[in-house]
T-cell receptor, first 112, second 117 residues
Framework: NAGVTQTPKFQVLKTGQSMTLQCAQD?????MSWYRQDPGMGLRLIHYSVGAGITDQGEVPNGYNVSRSTTEDFPLRLLSAAPSQTSVYFCASSPGSYNEQFFGPGTRLTVL | AQTVTQSQPEMSVQEAETVTLSCTYD???????LFWYKQPPSRQMILVIRQEAYKQQNATENRFSVNFQKAAKSFSLKISDSQLGDTAMYFC??????????????FGKGTSLLVTP
């Protein structure tokens, strides 16, 4: 099992550009989520999904879109990048409520 | 609101010694889960230990153990026989329920632990 994979590992964008951060898991987990990590802070939830076709907003959803067409994939889209979105982004998956969340290796995004 | 507080931004311990990292949380729920995650310089988030609130027995995983005080809403992590590889950022997290049958980890700001030779 590869676990949770994220691409790319690093990305630099200019303000206003759009891009998609990819996340995939091969553990057949129903639950997937996106977090961002900023300096001096713990991870904060952006969006989550409890299964294919079902998504919802987390604590900091503004500027981000998600969709979940398959169990395996949960991409995060930045519609118009802003410097405030400079952060490290983590995708996580879990087999169900209150279970361990398995994290991907993260994507470091810089918006100039 | 459910909050997680880690009052020690940085700590240092010598190899083979024992160190305790503090965490307090605030919740009105009666049943919940608490976690400690480790983030080494590689950036990978690694689960260290998990505690279910309805279990009175403190969780233990090899050199890692917790002191869970439910009434005081305290969840400290003890690392025994510290090793150089324990150097990392440690995050305390509370599992909270969300709408739509969702749930998420609510993290503290972390404690940076340095293990010295």
């Amino acid at each position: 099992n590869a676990g949770v994979t994220q691409t790319p590992k690093f990305q630099v964008l200019k303000t206003g550009q759009s891009m998609t951060l990819q996340c995939a898991q091969d553990m057949n987990h129903e639950y997937m989520s996106w977090y961002r990590q900023d300096p001096g802070m713990g991870l904060r939830l952006i969006h989550y999904s409890v299964g294919a076709g079902i998504t919802d907003q987390g604590e900091v959803p503004n500027g981000y879109n998600v969709s979940r067409s398959t169990t395996e994939d949960f991409p995060l889209r930045l519609l118009s990048a802003a410097p405030s979105q400079t952060s490290v982004y983590f995708c996580a998956s879990s087999p169900g409520s209150y279970n361990e969340q398995f994290f991907g290796p993260g994507t470091r995004l810089t918006v100039l | 609101a459910q909050t997680v507080t880690q009052s020690q931004p940085e700590m240092s311990v010598q190899e083979a010694e024992t160190v305790t990292l503090s965490c307090t949380y605030d919740t009105s729920e009666s049943n919940y889960y608490l976690f400690w995650y480790k983030q080494p310089p590689s950036r990978q988030m690694i689960l260290v230990i998990r505690q279910e609130a309805y279990k009175q027995q403190n969780a233990t995983e090899n050199r890692f153990s917790v002191n869970f005080q439910k009434a005081a809403k305290s969840f400290s992590l003890k690392i025994s026989d510290s090793q150089l590889g324990d150097t990392a950022m440690y995050f305390c997290a509370f599992m909270k329920s969300l709408s739509n049958s969702g749930y998420a980890l609510n993290f503290g700001k972390g404690t940076s632990l340095l293990v010295t030779p």
